[in-house]
């Protein structure tokens, strides 16, 4: 079928730079800031990601549930942006879409990765099996074809995360030149290849942004979060692996203030932070978390509202997430996210049994419709406190066990919040 796809459309990864972005967290910030700076750089982008699709000046929302696009699907997106005149496409590339060999057939000539931790387990049949559905992606980039562009030859480029201890596994795969980020100073690369190991240190990380500097250059990204500027780093190095010098990176990121569905701000005039952002995986949540801990203000409270995914999608991770939540807020709403065929209640219990074996003692209420959880929590929420709406982020639908209804989580939140500030006027 891939096959197919790439025939029918006249297997329209070639003439163009193709970039495949795996690994657990992260991939969709990435691949968003990395378009950025090569935008700033002059480059025509275009973008398959779990937030968006964009060709050029052309973007919409995914309006799919799945980060990766359907075999076709992709090949299409791909003919439509070489048609389009762009020079470099993006695409953020699942284990699950691996799995499905949506992948094939695309000749990538840059492959990042960005970090691995548990997820997709049940899915996968074990780590091991995720672990080695993300390395075909640095499979395929070793096993394509070479690409000329304009008569220039394309080299294929490996981009590792050098702080993740996975790296030495994507490092086996072979590449014309491989590139390592990282924070720590330890460059895995063999030593012939040690001078493309690029590291930054942090500098500043407070309500205004996180401060780093790569080589002599001083960066500044106006986003909340410590766990932003691997995600930074990784697409100033991936952009340097394309040409692109820090000075032009540098321009591009301080104009990346939001990044959509991620740590995302609604502010209808409320007194409360209220935060949208997609987390779902437990790494996600204690990033999230750590992050809602710098932004509390003095006696405030975190209230966290969120649910765990069903159709049997991990659902050792489900207890997880309650114990996480159960570490760092104060007072806890289970809902529905996306339960598809199974039954919501059990769903929320099971991350409920996780709260109750971490000794939570705050408040935890199960309100299956999210609208009416957002409602809650939007009413009980106090001046200086963080309201944090995870699971959903920029998705733009709701899978229940016998529809897919729309959904938009900022339009509920921001609809609730004004709703509850003109009944206490």
């Not at 992050?291 to 649910?307: P, S």
Request: glycine letters at 8%; hydrophobic letters at 45%.
């Amino acid at each position: 079928m891939a096959f197919l796809a790439a025939l029918w459309y006249s297997f329209p990864s070639e003439g163009m730079v193709v970039v495949g972005v795996t690994g657990t967290k992260g991939k969709s910030s990435t691949i968003f800031m990395l378009s950025k700076i090569l935008e700033e750089a002059g480059m025509k982008v275009a973008v398959s990601s779990s937030l968006m699709f964009k060709i050029k000046e052309n973007e919409w929302l995914n309006p799919y549930h799945m980060t990766m696009a359907g075999r076709f699907k992709l090949q299409e997106f791909l003919y439509q942006a070489k048609q389009a005149g762009c020079t470099h496409v993006l695409i953020e590339t699942t284990s699950e879409g691996i799995k499905q060999y949506r992948h094939k057939f695309i000749n990538f000539d840059v492959a990042i990765f960005t970090n691995l931790t548990p997820e997709h387990i049940e899915a996968h049949g074990g780590f091991e099996n995720y672990k080695r559905a993300k390395g075909k992606l640095f499979e395929a980039l070793a096993s394509g074809s070479a690409k000329k562009i304009n008569g220039a030859p394309v080299p294929k480029i490996a981009v590792l995360n050098m702080d993740d201890p996975h790296a030495e596994y994507f490092m086996r795969f072979g590449a014309d030149k491989k590139y390592g980020f990282g924070l720590k100073g330890t460059c895995k690369l063999p030593a012939q290849e040690q001078n493309a190991c690029v590291f930054a240190s942090l500098t500043n990380s407070d309500a205004a942004g996180i401060a780093f500097t790569v080589g002599h250059t001083a960066l500044h990204l106006p986003l909340l979060g410590q766990f932003n500027i691997y995600n930074a780093l990784c697409a100033v190095v991936a952009a340097q692996s394309l040409g692109v010098n820090a000075d032009v990176a540098k321009e591009a990121l301080k104009k990346v203030i939001e990044i959509p569905g991620r740590m995302k701000f609604v502010q209808s005039g409320q007194k409360f932070s209220a935060i949208i952002d997609l987390a779902h995986t437990p790494s996600s949540f204690e990033a999230v978390f750590e992050t809602a801990q710098a932004v509390r203000k003095e006696k405030g409270r975190i209230v966290a509202v969120f649910g765990a995914a069903g159709g049997g999608r991990d659902k050792w991770k489900r207890p997880e997430l309650g114990s996480i939540a159960a570490k760092n807020a104060d007072h806890i709403i289970l809902t529905n996210e996306d339960p598809y065929d199974e039954a919501p209640r059990g769903i929320l219990e099971q991350i409920k049994g996780g709260i109750t074996a971490a000794n939570f003692r705050g408040p935890v209420e199960i309100v299956e419709d999210r609208t009416l959880a957002i409602r809650h929590a939007v009413n009980l929420a106090r001046w200086n406190d963080v309201v944090l709406f995870l699971g959903k982020g920029t998705e733009q639908t709701m899978v229940l066990r016998d529809a897919t209804i729309p959904w938009n989580e900022e339009e509920v939140v921001a609809v609730e919040i004004r709703n509850m500030l003109y009944d206490r006027k």
